[in-house]
């Protein structure tokens, strides 16, 4: 027992852990929808573009989460509005706004060398360095995203099952997508601290692709990811306190065994039901009788071919 | 089709309608209407701007000029309300973690009550249409683990929720075998007969035909509309088509041939030992019973 209470002596731990399960969980439960549309690419980017903006801020001597989150949300818009180009899709439009994006910053740390310490800790994550403030402003964010995916869950699931049918169905599209972006931008944000601007992407995608493997149903899947995502952010604080290593890199471990997990169980049962059906069903001969022969028809202006016999049928007899 | 036949107002009206891009007209001055309880095909070649139509209705597709309206209201670029579309099956994410009955649910954004879960209520007004549609046991399944025919009953059940008066299809017979097709438009025959208006685009002329009550040849204006019947001649599916088309007549028996150079094809068909076949077809159908169904389209 002394092994997962020892640690919450420490306030340090306490911070982290909450940051770490709230940051866990949100990130987890956006994930499911970044997984479905298919972007996954764009948690990746998106942390790096918002790298660019917290250097901006902090050069400029704006407010981190202001500043970043601002340059985070118009990246986003970008990307959307270069994307529907044609002839440049959306995985390169992420590639070369938030690259872009990264470069700014990249170069403006190189510039004034003087910042690259605390820069460090955003690319790679700093759970100890997460204040009762940030803590405050974590909480504030994920109780606001998570409210707000709550209370447009219809519009955001008709939105990522098929934004073109949602709109003919009445869906505000356009504003669901904008709601998404800033939830997103602000997601990433609160949880570069944690995560590290490296891992951010991972947190997002693993717990959802790990519920995707697990269930067919929407609903269980939000379900699975989050709790997926709050598991992964304790564990990974403990296995990062317990190895002293950085606790960006213990959550996505955390997150990359429970895939591995889920993975072979799915493999697994899989084989177990192909199996118990290949020894439960008898296989059957599917012998056609020689007087029913394929015989193309056409039936009041309609031509198709079905089986056909000369001989009477039981019926007819 | 005579004014009598029909109340006044059109259901939807295009008046001079050009849509499309400006680099890209798809179809100009486009003027067409569809009465209540109509249930009518649109065929046409690959790109003669069939999508674009369905699409123009339902308020997506961009409108140059002209204006179409929705039971007398102008709706240009907006949804109309009160319509039901089903998309073709091959656009569908088979892969998507939804079952029938939250795919079903969508369609009930307009009525719902956007609670996250379904209301006692809604739930009621599903499973009782998906019973009608005979895949109610199906409810809880995933939507990849139906048959072809079943997957499209989802989307028609999506498109049928809310009561609409107008219901779209877009190609519902592609991607289906010859059963399922024929099982859908009988499906639609009768949900039509129930009231509601249908127009739907598809590639199978032999189906419209043994079908549907009335056909819109369309290839960016349209070429000609009626009874598949008399609408449905060499000459007019030719120039719809811009390629030869063989239209052949037996009895009541239509048979489309839209294989490239159909007119060669079937010449050999017909004057040769297969020709006494067809003949054969056309008696033997008279005795399989499908005589209701091609008056059950002329009721229409």
Request: charged share 15%; net charge neutral; hydrophobic share 45%.
């Amino acid at each position: 027992m002394n092994f997962i209470t020892d640690p919450l002596k420490y306030e340090f731990f306490v911070h982290g852990i909450m940051a770490a399960s709230l940051v866990g969980g949100i990130c987890a439960l956006i994930g499911v929808y970044i997984v479905l549309r298919r972007m996954s690419y764009i948690g990746h980017g998106l942390s790096h573009a918002v790298f660019g903006g917290a250097v901006v801020s902090t050069v400029m001597q704006w407010n981190f989460y202001i500043g970043a989150g601002t340059w985070g949300f118009l990246s986003v818009l970008l990307i959307n509005a270069v994307a529907r180009k044609k002839k440049v899709g959306a995985d390169a439009a992420i590639g070369v706004i938030t690259t872009a994006s990264f470069a700014v910053g990249v170069a403006i740390i190189s510039r004034y060398r003087k910042f690259t310490k605390s820069f460090e800790a955003t690319l790679f994550g700093n759970i100890l360095g997460v204040t009762t403030e940030d803590l405050w402003i974590i909480a504030i964010v994920v109780l606001v995203s998570a409210l707000l995916i709550f209370v447009f869950y219809r519009q955001f699931l008709f939105t990522t099952f098929d934004a073109e049918v949602a709109r003919i169905y009445g869906v505000p599209v356009d504003w669901v997508e904008r709601l998404f972006s800033l939830i997103l931008a602000s997601v990433i944000i609160v949880s570069m601290q944690v995560m590290g601007v490296t891992m951010i992407a991972a947190g997002i995608i693993m717990p959802a692709v790990t519920a995707r493997v697990l269930t067919d149903n929407f609903n269980k899947m939000v379900f699975l990811s989050v709790l997926l995502g709050i598991l992964g952010g304790t564990l990974g604080m403990y296995t990062s306190f317990y190895f002293d290593v950085s606790s960006g890199a213990t959550i996505v471990l955390v997150a990359a065994g429970f895939f591995v997990i889920a993975y072979l169980y799915q493999m697994m049962r899989e084989k177990f039901w192909a199996f118990k059906q290949a020894r439960d069903v008898p296989v059957l001969k599917e012998e056609t009788p020689t007087h029913i022969h394929l015989h193309d028809e056409s039936h009041s202006g309609f031509y198709h071919v079905h089986e056909h016999s000369h001989e009477k049928s039981e019926d007819q007899e | 089709m005579s004014s009598s036949e029909h109340p006044p107002q059109p259901l939807i009206s295009f008046s001079k309608v050009t849509c499309g891009y400006k680099e890209k007209i798809v179809f100009k001055d486009l003027s067409l209407m569809l009465f209540p309880r109509q249930f009518a095909g649109l065929v046409g070649p690959s790109g003669a701007g069939k999508s674009t139509l369905l699409k123009a209705i339902l308020g997506i597709s961009p409108i140059l000029s002209g204006n179409i309206t929705f039971a007398g209201k102008q709706v240009n670029g907006s949804v109309p309300p009160d319509v039901g579309y089903v998309p073709q099956i091959e656009t569908v994410d088979w892969d998507f973690p939804v079952t029938v009955e939250q795919v079903v649910a969508m369609g009930l954004y307009r009525k719902s009550t956007r609670l996250p879960w379904l209301t006692g209520g809604e739930r009621s007004v599903i499973r009782e249409l998906l019973d009608r549609l005979n895949i109610g046991h199906y409810a809880e399944r995933q939507i990849k683990l139906l048959s072809g025919g079943e997957q499209q009953r989802v989307f028609l059940a999506r498109a049928l929720v809310a009561n609409p008066k107008l219901l779209i299809l877009d190609e519902p017979t592609s991607g289906v075998d010859v059963k399922t097709q024929h099982a859908i438009l009988h499906l639609l025959g009768e949900i039509n007969r129930k009231g509601v208006t249908i127009l739907l685009t598809t590639h199978d002329l032999n189906a419209v035909a043994r079908h549907l009550p009335w056909v819109i040849c369309f290839n960016q204006k349209v070429v000609a509309q009626g009874d598949p019947d008399e609408v449905f001649t060499s000459e007019v599916l030719s120039r719809t088509y811009q390629s030869d088309m063989a239209v052949f007549r037996q009895g009541d028996v239509m048979m489309v041939d839209d294989s490239p150079k159909a007119g060669h094809h079937f010449a050999k068909h017909v004057h040769g030992a297969d020709s006494q076949d067809y003949g054969h077809h056309h008696t033997s159908h008279e005795s399989h019973g499908h005589h209701e169904s091609n008056e059950e389209r002329h009721r229409h």
